[in-house]
């Protein structure tokens, strides 16, 4: 029991670490905070996926 617990404690550390890793490395630069995404990269949004029918599930 004491193996599971140690390995739980470790997973959730190593979570909380790469997915601090991961957010902090998510942010834009410095000096593009506030600046809009190119124009070639496609917005995602819920209407899109529901036209597409990629999010709804049906396939």
Do not use: H, Q
């Not at 959730?12 to 809009?36: D, L, N, Q």
Request: hydrophobic share 40%; aromatic share 12%; proline share 7%.
């Amino acid at each position: 029991m004491v193996i599971f617990w140690a390995l739980l404690a470790v997973g959730f550390v190593a979570c909380v670490t790469i997915g601090s890793v991961a957010w902090y490395s998510s942010k834009r630069p410095a000096g593009w905070e506030g600046s809009e995404p190119p124009g070639w990269v496609n917005k995602i949004t819920p209407k899109n996926l529901r036209d597409s029918g990629d999010g709804d599930g049906n396939g």
